[in-house]
């Protein structure tokens, strides 16, 4: 089957969406599939431009089998409203001349977040004459408002109709965690169209190492240390301050050290807010390359799952599935009944504190720290979860399964609009 996936990020970029459709686009290679990927040029999460793809306007790659065809997109490292747009925008435009002019796939998978890349997917499946499938992370405008990112009310119209016309558009919609489908459910998409597939982590890459020679801590002084780690994303939805001044409040063990993991903008202002803090407990490390991932999570005791009070109930961080394969405790600061909440819950492989309470995070910490037992019971847990729930060859099963039957379900329609043309 020729498949081609429309994702906004996509390899080298390290965290998010990206290692996910690489992952999803290498897996379909593997077991004969031709993957083409239609992509921007990698920016995230600096937001900038990769050195290497700079002033360039087209770019084709080849990695693992899969053709990735890059185009240029505006992008700012502190966007404005204007800037935003015109980062949608020029993905829109940009994107859809090697997206027309490749192979004709038999199934188009789409990705959201971007949502504006629905137009180009679905008027690429319409003259192409193939399905396309959206595959919804995240569901906007709905959680950019939730959250005051979006507060222009024209451009909350637009983005509404988009979001309408994604779902009319698209063939079937796949879904990461059962919030989404009640969200769309009561939105009028109809039960049939919706398809949930929790995102994966490959397991056998992702797994439980031990603590000890760890090449991680040695390089940063952390043997001997219970390590609390938190890796990915600082933006506004995460709320790190948070773990800064739980930190703060652990001063006093020597023992216990906060390590934080991200992209440089955030580190910046992290280091501010633990110097008024005075939360010298803290380390502030860049994004490791991908190779070194399985050891530096093997590093920590405990992993964090940090979201605001605000955050939308439906969102699903995919870290938490990354932390449960690493074979580590959880602590998870979130919204009690969100679904971040109820995938560890479900786990068995955490713990669950309220958000932007900073000293029951402390506190919970505090507790594994004193209960190694538990650390490890709970690490367990995870691991089986997991393994049994959100292992890789799940998903691409799944994600086989669903191309089969709409690419199926698009030659019986060809069939009959031929048969009554005939007739």
């Known amino acids: 089957m020729r498949i081609l996936i429309y994702s906004y ?132 405008p709905e959680a950019a408002v939730h959250v005051g990112l979006l507060k222009n009310k024209l451009l909350i119209k637009v983005f509404a109709a988009l979001e309408k016309f994604a779902y009319h558009s698209a063939s079937k919609i796949s879904v990461i965690a059962d919030g989404f489908v009640d969200n769309l459910l009561s939105k009028g998409v109809d039960a049939s169209k919706i398809e949930q597939i929790p ?20 390089a940063h002084n952390l043997n001997d240390k219970f390590v609390v780690l938190y890796s990915g994303n600082i933006a506004l ?23 934080i993991v991200g992209e440089a903008k955030g580190l910046r202002r992290l280091q501010r807010y633990c110097l008024e803090c005075g939360a010298d407990n803290v380390l502030l490390l860049p994004f490791q390359p991908r190779e070194e991932l399985p050891q530096m999570l093997a590093a920590a005791d405990v992993g964090l799952v940090v979201q605001k009070k605000n955050v939308i109930s439906f969102n699903m961080p995919s870290k938490i599935q990354v932390l449960l394969a690493s074979g580590r405790a959880l602590v998870a600061s979130v919204p009690e009944n969100g679904t971040a909440a109820r995938a560890v819950r479900q786990s068995g492989g955490g713990v669950i504190v309220p958000p932007e309470d900073d000293q029951a995070l402390a506190m919970a910490v505090l507790e594994l720290y004193k209960h ?43 069939s009959k609009v031929v048969s009554k043309q005939e007739v």
Request: glycine letters at 4%; one cysteine or more.
């Open 9 to 140: 990020n996509y390899y080298p970029e390290p965290i998010g969406i990206a290692p996910l459709m690489t992952e999803l686009a290498e897996g379909l290679v593997k077991r004969g599939h031709e993957v083409r990927i239609v992509t921007a040029m990698p920016n995230y999460p600096e937001r900038q431009i990769y050195e290497g793809y700079r002033g360039k306007l087209y770019l084709t790659e080849y990695k693992n089998g899969v053709q990735i065809q890059r185009s240029y997109v505006w992008i700012r490292p502190q966007p404005n409203l204007l800037d935003r747009v015109l980062l949608d925008a020029s993905f829109v435009v940009t994107s859809f001349f090697p997206a027309i002019i490749g192979w004709r796939p038999d199934v188009i998978l789409s990705t959201s977040p971007s949502l504006p890349v629905c137009v180009p997917a679905a008027l690429l499946g319409w003259l192409r004459n193939c399905p396309v499938v959206l595959n919804l992370q995240d569901i906007l």
């Open 372 to 414: 190694p037992e538990k650390v490890k019971t709970l690490g367990y847990n995870s691991r089986q979860y997991a393994v049994e729930q959100y292992a890789f060859e799940h998903a691409l099963n799944h994600y086989e399964k669903l191309f089969d039957s709409v690419t199926t379900d698009s030659q019986v329609i060809e």
């Open 199 to 218: 995102n994966w982590v490959d397991v056998n890459f992702i797994r439980p190492l031990p603590k000890e020679n760890n090449p991680f801590r040695a």
């Open 237 to 259: 939805t995460q709320g790190l301050e948070t773990v800064v001044k739980a930190a703060s409040l652990l001063r006093h063990i020597p023992e216990i050290a906060f390590v």
